[in-house]
Structure formats: structure tokens, C-alpha cells
């Protein structure tokens, strides 16, 4: 029998793992790691197998399907635009524009067709109500690099290949494979690091995968890592340890970080965060003895309720140490389509508000732990239809169980998705998109968040069913049909075309052909300085003490006075990534989900005692806004006070179609999440500031 070999990138995580994948009479029989890739060597981790199970899954879906008193009735392509164009012309002509919303979740970002064509059919609707996944993950970040560096897309990306210290703070790449730091391979890159005698540290309420594998992990009580930073700054300046370098000459606002930091000593801050004076202390001199050294926080100092601030300081303390932008520290990519070589400088941010209670925009979108009562609240511009395109908010935003209950009301719903699940379940039509092995690749966003500038470009290895579409079509023809009269002729254009454009006007002058002659992907070497050049601000000067983030110290303050946790509720719930989950959105994978339950609320054993909870108890969590059930799991390697469960469970719903995941269901974190808990500048929801009771349940 002929083997076809097939490569590919995967594209489920940030990794961009280099695939080879076997196929015998149109069957995947193997899914290895290209070891030719330039990028990750070869490692993939057990989620790209699943890549084979979700192109054979018997519950995704193809065509587009229709909700009946019948159940699900499959109808044609034409008749589902024809329905989903006229609902939602049909609202926005009875309600206003604003009538009509629209959710984008993670996955988009990872498809090249919907990356490049959703957005333009957002724009399309000209509502104010956009939402998506950014306001539940790395809004701070964006928010901190627009601020400092001038456009929200020029984050700092680790240079963990050349680093001598690596500080990780709210983050866990064993775990993750890495976040805002696209880093295939990470933990031989870690491990490197130790073999050249440097050091790692992590920063974590948990002591994790990661910290299993540093040099040093201090627990953190959650959502004071600002504090911690801060006083770090106060070292940096008291004891006249900063160092900027060539930054010295293109950068502003020293001296009022100077003066916002003096006052945030390390004997004022240690009982907040839980680590000790003389601790952090040892973090400045090690971070600043370091020949290069890098700060790094992620999704766990973002979700929190000064997460702006957090990502603020962590960029702060790269560029008062001359870290950022130096080789081994923080720094910027040039990736092969450079979408920023052209970008400006422009206000992004609270341009309008949400109605309801006037949270702020940002890029264009409002806050997701916004969108239930936008969508419940009577009145003018209230949420009539929505669109739901890659996500799952029931299961991923702040009390999902609310917006289950928002979602059910609506006049109408369209979800852009291969499944029936938690929230796709209260469409009135499903679009799904071919998808996975299906389709062509590449990533336009993740090389750009890369720890090494390469490009790759993958072909699709099986051609979509027939009648199917691809997301670009789904995508085009929406908004050609929402914005022309049907009779204007129309085609819709694959992104092969503008990615090769895109290509060719890059740094690098590549083109489609020349990655598709190399399908291993191509190797443009380890990242660059490029200050101040790249810098997008209009002065082309990195602010180091942006105003909008200096404002926001009040509250802060403020919070330091009114520590005290309510009711009971005393215990801190933070969320948790296991290798083999994705979000809410590959359980129906067996081979992922088989084993251990992982749905556990992780505690301390001193805590686990006082409840007289062992390892056979089932827990009742409650927060302000619901209570959910599941074992607890009794581990040291939790902060005292702090339980952890993963986020992205609770598939036991009526009408979710997902038979596998079923059976490993789960509870979901966020009926507990609360959307009143927030970083209140931007409204980024801070998942692990909310506040928890924990019972038995005998
Ligand atoms: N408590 C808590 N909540 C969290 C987090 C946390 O740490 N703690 N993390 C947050 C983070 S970082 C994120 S990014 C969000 C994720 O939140 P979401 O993006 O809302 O959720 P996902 O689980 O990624 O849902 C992905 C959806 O896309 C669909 N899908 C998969 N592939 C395709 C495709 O090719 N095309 C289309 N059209 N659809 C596809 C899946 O079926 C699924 O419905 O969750 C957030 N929620
Ligand atoms: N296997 C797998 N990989 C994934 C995903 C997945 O679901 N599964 N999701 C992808 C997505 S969408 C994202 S955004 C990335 C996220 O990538 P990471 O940020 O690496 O993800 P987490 O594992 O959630 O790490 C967050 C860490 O923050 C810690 N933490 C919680 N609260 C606090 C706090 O207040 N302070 C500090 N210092 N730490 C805190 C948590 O204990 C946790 O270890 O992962 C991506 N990769
Ligand atoms: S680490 Fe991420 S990109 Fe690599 S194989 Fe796993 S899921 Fe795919
Ligand atoms: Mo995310």
C-alpha cells in the first residue's frame, strides 16, 4: 500500500508544531513531529494525534444545520444564508444596528481563512457590540504595548533561546505549550537555559508543571502580582540597580515610576503577595545580576483585577533593567508578513461604552463579561441577535450560566462552528467550516508572538467534503450578502492571494510558491533588535509610565485598604491548564479525555483537614452567582487557600452533541466566575480574583 506523507503545521495551540502526517488509502495512520521543522525539532505534544480524531468525528459537522421542533434538520448552504442574511437584516431594521451582536472565540486566530475574513464581516455589521475572547485572556497585554510601544500588537516576546534568567509570572508553558510566546519545544528550550547556567523562576498560587522544573517557584496569593512588581521597582530605583541602556535615549516617564514605586516597599507589599521582604529582594538582585534576563507573565496575571497594571510593570522592569529589545531579554519579531510595518499610532481605546453599564471599548469591541445583560436588559440598542463565531462563551466567560440563560431568549442566532455544544446548542442555524486537516495554513498571528522569526505554510492534506465550505466563503458571502443586493455578482477570493501579497512585501521579500517549495518551513533566524525603529508610538519613544496605567495605581491603593474576603467566602479560585484539554473545545477526543478525571478542584491538605474532606470527597463550590459539585483532589502543590479547577468543562447539558465528551462532563468553572469581578479599567474579566465557599458534600 502507498504512504502518502503529508506536512503540516498543527494548529491548535500557540506552538506551531511541525506535523508529519501518514496517510494510507485516505486514512491518517500516523501523526509524528517533523523533525525537519526549523521551529520545533520535531516535538509535538498528544494533542496534534487529536487533529486525526476531530477530521473523523462523527459529531462534527459538514453542512449547515437548522433547529426544528424536530431537532436538527440539515438544510442547504443557500437556504441557511438566505435565513441568517434576512434575520439579522430583519433586526437591524426593526432595532437599530446595535440590535445585532457578534462573539469571536479562540480559534479564529488560529484558522488563516477566518483570521482573515471575519473581521471584515464584524465590520460589516456596523454594531458597537462586538465581542470576543481577548476580553477573557490578554486584553492587559494589548492594552500595556499600546500604551508603551505604541500598537496593541507589539508585544514582547521572550528570547528564551539566549536568556540567562527567565521570570515567569502567571503562566505555565509545561502546560500550555506556551502563550504571547509561541514557543514549540519549550521545555528543552528551558531546560537549555539551566544547561547554560542560567536560572528559571515561576511566580504561581500553584506550584506547576513549570515550577516542577525551575530553579525556584514562589507561591503568590492570586491577583497581587502588581504589588510584588512594584515593589521589585521600588528595589530596582532604591538601590540604584536599573540599567536602560541605549532605551535611556527613547524612553519617557522614568521618574514618575520612580515616585509611583517608592512608596510600595517589599516590607509593605509581603503580606499581601505571601512572599517575603528579603524574597523579593533576591528576585531584583538575581533578575539585575543576570547578563540577560526576561520577565514574562501570562494568562494567570492577566485574568486578574489589576491585569493592565501587571502587564504594565512586567514590561516596566525589562526596560528599566535594559532588557527589552537586547538578545536573551524581551523582544520584538519580524515576521515574513509584517502587518505592523504599516500600522500607525491611533487611539483605541473607550471610544464608546457598553450600554448597560458603560464599560469601555477596546480595538473595537467591549468587554465579554458585558454581553448577558446586554443582551437581557429591555431597552434601546439591546442585544436582539447574536453571531457566534469559534467560541464557546457558556463555557468560557465569567457566569457562564447567565449568558446560557441570555443566549436561550434571543430573537436569533447564528454560530459559525463545527459542533452542537454548550453554546452553539441555542443557535437557530450552524454554519460549520471545513476545518483542521482540511484546510491550508498559516499563522498569521503566531509568528508574529514567536520566540524565533520562521515561516510555513501548509497545504491542506484532505479536500473538504463535498458541499462543504471553507470559512472564508461562509465568511465572504455573509458579508457580501448583508452589504449588496444579490444580484451583484460575486467571488469569493481565497487568503492564498493576500498572503502571498503579504509575503512579498515582507522583510524577507518571500512568496507563497517559495513556502510551498519548502514545506518543513523556513528558518529566518533568532529575533533582533530593532528599537527604536519598531516602535509605533508617535514620538517613536517607548512611555514608561503611560497615563491611562498611572491613573489606575488609585485603585490599587485603594484595594490594599479592603483585602477582607465576605461571607465565607474564603477561599481564592483560580483556573489550571492540563496538557491534553483545549479550552472547552477537544473532549470529544477520546484519547484526550480517557484516564484521570481531571475536572478536580485542587486544594491544600491543611485546607482539605479543616473541611475533613479526603480523597474520596465530593465538594459543593459556591460565589456570588452559582455552585457546582465535583472531588476535590488534595495536593501540597496549591497555595494554602487558593483551589484550582480547569476551566472549560460542564458538557452535561441538554442538546449538546458531543457523545465522548459527555461522558467525561465535567463542571464548568465559570457558572461560578463572576462578571462583576473585573480589571476595571479595561474590563477584562479577572477569573482568578473571585472569591469561593467550599463545603462537603456528604
Ligand atoms: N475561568 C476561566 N475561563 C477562561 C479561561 C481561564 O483560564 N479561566 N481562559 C480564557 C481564554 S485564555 C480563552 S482564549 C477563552 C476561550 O474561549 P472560547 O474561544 O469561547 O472557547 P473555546 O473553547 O476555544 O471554543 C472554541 C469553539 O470554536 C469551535 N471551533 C474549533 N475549530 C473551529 C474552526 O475551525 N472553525 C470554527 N468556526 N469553529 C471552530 C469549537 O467547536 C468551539 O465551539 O476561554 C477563557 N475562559
Ligand atoms: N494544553 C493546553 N494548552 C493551551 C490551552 C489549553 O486550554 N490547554 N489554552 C491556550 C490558551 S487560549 C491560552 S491563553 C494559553 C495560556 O497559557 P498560560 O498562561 O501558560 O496558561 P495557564 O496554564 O492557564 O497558566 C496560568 C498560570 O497562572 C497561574 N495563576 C493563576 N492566578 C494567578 C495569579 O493571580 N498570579 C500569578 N502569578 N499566577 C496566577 C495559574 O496557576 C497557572 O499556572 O494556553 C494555550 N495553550
Ligand atoms: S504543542 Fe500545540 S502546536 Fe504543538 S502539537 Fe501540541 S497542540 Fe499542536
Ligand atoms: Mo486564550
Known sequence: MQTLTHYRTCNLCEAMCGLEISVESGKVTKIEGDKNDPFSRGHICPKAVALKDIYEDPNRLKFPVKRTAEGWQQISWEEAFEEVVNRIKDIKSKYGNNAVGMYQGNPSVHNLGTSMNSPAFAKSLHTKNLFSATSADQLPHHFAAWQMFGHPMLMP????????????????????????????DVANRLKAIQKRGGKIVVIDPRFTETAAKADTHHFIRPGTDAFLLLAMIQVIFAENLYNLGKLSEFTDGVETLKEIASSFTPERVEKQTGIAATQIRQLVYDFTQAKAAVCYGRVGVSVQTFGSIAQWLINAINVLTGNLDKTGGAMFTSPAVDFLARAKSENKFNRWQSRVRKLPEFLGELPVATMAEEMLTDG???????????????LSTPNGGQLDRAFEQLEFMVAIDIYINETTRHAHIILPPATGLEVSHYDMTFHVLAVRNTAKYSEALFSKADGAKYDWEIYQELAHRLTHSLATPFTPEPPEIKLDMGLRFGPYQLSLQQLKDNPHGIDLGALKPSLPQRLLTSDKRINIAPELLVKDIDRLQQSLRNTGMQHGFNYLLIGRRHLRDNNSWMHNSERLVKGRNRCTLMMHSADAQQLNLDSQSIVKVSSRVGCVELPVEITDHMMQGVVSMPHGYGHARKGVQLDIAARYAGVSINDLTDEYVLDELTGNAAFNNVAVKVEKVS
Open 380 to 394: 434601546e440598542s439591546q442585544i436582539k441577535a447574536m453571531i457566534i463565531s469559534c467560541g464557546n462563551p457558556v
Open 157 to 184: 516576546v521572550p528570547d528564551i533561546d539566549h536568556t540567562d534568567y527567565m521570570l515567569i509570572i502567571g503562566g505555565n508553558p509545561i502546560a500550555s505549550n506556551g502563550s504571547i510566546m509561541s514557543v514549540p
